[in-house]
């Protein structure tokens, strides 16, 4: 690979989720000049697109959305942080998704043009502004186009960041690759908005380019990384090949879940009625299907093991009138939705992440994080459905500001000497490493964890980091950076869940000695879970 002349912004930009377009947009406003770099080659390949439940807005009741975000964080919210959330999100709503993008959210059905409020688990009212059940796209959309048009915007496709540019403590900018040539971009401020990890985990439900780039490259930079073992599964992904997911708004408006368990007092006619078995949800949490998703995942992992099978019932409800999309895309996928939906858990958010202030600024100077990459304390140790849009959006726009505020002129620093020295990898290099690592990660570092897993974790995820960073010293290409931004991130999760001997949230311990399915195992987790605010 060559490394081209040196480009310089006011702004640089990396990610083009909602959180990377809502920065790039305040900052435009603002009158800076933004490069905004993304390795998707389609809005598609950003995680934001994948979003189906919606937005949270705050309606009557702000200090209720509070309550619902903290209590769902299983009581390890920064309250100040999830302030800022909430009082910011109608605003944000209004100024960018409403006004400057039109997004068509559903209206009720008066012919009133009022929004039709959504609900999801762990929500005590219908707040959740949507699109059917594919609102990521109808937001993204109109974003990037907004942002095509902005004269202040440059957007480039297909273009990966490698590696910050740092000097002395601050960071000026980021090695980008682009159709295999390496550029340095020296930039005022850089704002990190690469997403999230799914690419850790076989079963998940980002998109493939998942692999934690921003946290990898933050966390080398010597930015502070923080709650990185609250990784959260989503309990209803389809649990076939591809999964994909099935949103909780569909739990808001009714549908059930069901183990396999088809006991002898059922009628036949239950039987037909219902497709799968007992209902078991009641028996977890009070808020049954509602509860926090961390419980809903545990649940449903642990009646799959216990019984075989678990269906999300959807006969309750008007499946395809209420989701076409979803009853489209089970058709599509040869899933016949009205005998019930197999799901399990799959990754689908990571709650921690580079360590951030109320404005998206990093502990390193002239570097924020926005979006799933960062780490805002909003989320604690589980994130409340339908808050991540939100979080992008007001961090996003948040940062975009302070970066103008600062107005700090670019530097140009020398680049890295990154070395193309060597053959190209060898074939199926990348691809035999990523998949060691998602057997690690599955295995050890899943739903429920134990100190002898994580132990085991760690040495596996040493040696393979061990053995990428081998190939970087004289390789450059992006999916080696993106394997070892893999190992980097699952290093960080690992050593995170390892000094963490506190069962909270997503972060789940068990005991080595208990058999995971065993009745006293489970009555013990009720007994803690229906304990929870
Ligand atoms: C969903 O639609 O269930 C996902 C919403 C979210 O992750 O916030």
């Not at 942080?81 to 109608?90: G, R």
């Not at 609102?135 to 590696?163: K, M, Y």
């Not at 409340?384 to 670019?410: C, F, I, M, N, Y």
Request: aromatic share 4%.
């Amino acid at each position: 690979m060559s490394a081209e002349t040196d480009a310089t912004t006011d702004v640089l930009v990396v990610g083009s989720g909602v959180a990377g377009c809502a920065a790039a947009l305040a900052a435009a406003r603002a009158g800076q000049d933004v490069l905004l770099v993304t390795k998707a080659e389609r809005p598609k390949d950003a995680t934001s697109w994948w979003a189906q439940g919606g937005v949270a807005v705050s309606r009557a009741d702000a200090e209720g959305f509070k309550r619902d975000v903290i209590a769902a964080s299983d009581g390890a919210a920064d309250p100040e942080a999830v302030d800022v959330l909430v009082e910011n999100a109608n605003d944000a709503v209004e100024d960018v998704l409403v006004e400057t993008l039109d997004v068509p959210f559903d209206t009720d059905e008066n012919g009133d043009d009022a929004f039709a409020y959504g609900r999801e688990a762990a929500h005590g009212e219908r707040r959740i502004l949507h699109v059917n059940a594919s609102t990521g796209r109808h937001v993204l959309g109109p974003f990037l186009s907004c942002l095509d048009d902005h004269p202040n915007v440059t957007i480039r496709e297909d273009t990966a960041a490698l590696e910050l540019l740092t000097r002395e403590g601050r960071v000026h900018g980021a090695m980008v690759e682009s159709d295999g040539v390496l550029e340095p971009v020296c930039a005022g401020a850089t704002v990190l908005a690469t997403g999230g990890i799914g690419a850790l985990y076989d079963r998940s439900t980002n998109p493939a380019g998942a692999t934690g780039d921003g946290i990898a490259m933050a966390a080398l930079a010597g930015a502070d990384v923080t709650d990185m073992e609250f990784v959260q599964f989503h309990p209803t992904a389809y649990a076939g090949e591809e999964p994909f997911l099935l949103s909780e708004a569909v739990r808001g408006e009714g549908a059930l879940l069901r183990n396999a368990d088809v006991s002898e007092s059922h009628s036949e006619a239950r039987k037909t009625e219902s497709p799968g078995g007992e209902r078991f949800m009641p028996e977890y949490h009070p808020d049954a299907e509602l509860a926090p998703r961390d419980v809903v995942a545990r649940a449903v992992a642990n009646e799959r093991d216990r019984t075989g099978d678990v269906v999300l019932d959807v006969s309750p409800l008007d499946f395809e009138a209420e989701f076409p999309d979803l009853a489209a895309k089970c058709d599509e996928r040869g899933v016949d939705f009205r005998t019930g939906i197999a799901v399990s858990p799959a990754e689908h958010f990571v709650c921690g992440g580079i360590d951030v202030d109320s404005q998206g600024r990093t502990s390193l100077d002239r570097l924020f994080a926005v979006g799933e990459c960062s780490r805002t304390g909003v989320h604690g140790a589980n994130r409340l459905a339908s808050t991540s849009l939100l979080e992008g959006l007001v961090w996003g726009l948040r940062a975009g500001q302070a970066v103008a505020a600062d107005d700090a002129s670019p530097v140009v620093v020398e680049a890295p000497d990154l070395r193309d020295s060597d053959p190209a990898l060898p074939e199926a290099f990348a691809e035999e490493k990523f998949d060691r690592l998602r057997r690690t990660m599955d295995e050890y570092v899943g739903l429920a964890r134990t100190p002898d897993g994580l132990r085991r974790a760690s040495a596996a995820v040493r040696r393979l980091k061990g053995e990428v960073d081998a190939y970087v010293r004289t390789r450059t290409s992006r999916e080696l950076y993106e394997l070892r931004a893999a190992t980097v991130t699952a290093l960080l999760i690992v050593r995170a869940a390892s000094e963490n001997d506190e069962s909270r949230g997503c972060h789940h311990l068990v005991d080595e000695s208990a058999d995971t399915t065993d009745a006293g195992e489970e009555s013990e987790e009720r007994e803690v879970h229906a304990g929870r605010p």
